[in-house]
């Protein structure tokens, strides 16, 4: 028996690990993002409305 059948896994929480960690990841996307040189949520607002702008940021590596 190894260490990992040990180890419960709290499906509850998994999501919201996940919605928390992508949100992190997208929120520092936007942050390096450089074409429109506004505040944080002016760039979420514009990411909201374009989905051009949306794609253009997580598209950037």
Known sequence: MS???DCQI???VDPLVFT???QHIALN???VEASFDKYIH???KK???S????E???NNS
């Open 3 to 5: 260490k990992k059948d």
């Open 47 to 49: 990411a909201m409305c």
């Open 20 to 22: 928390k960690l992508t």
């Open 56 to 58: 253009k940021v997580l």
């Open 29 to 31: 996307q936007l942050k």
């Open 10 to 12: 709290k499906r509850e």
């Open 51 to 54: 989905t051009a702008y949306l």
């Open 42 to 44: 002016a760039k979420q």
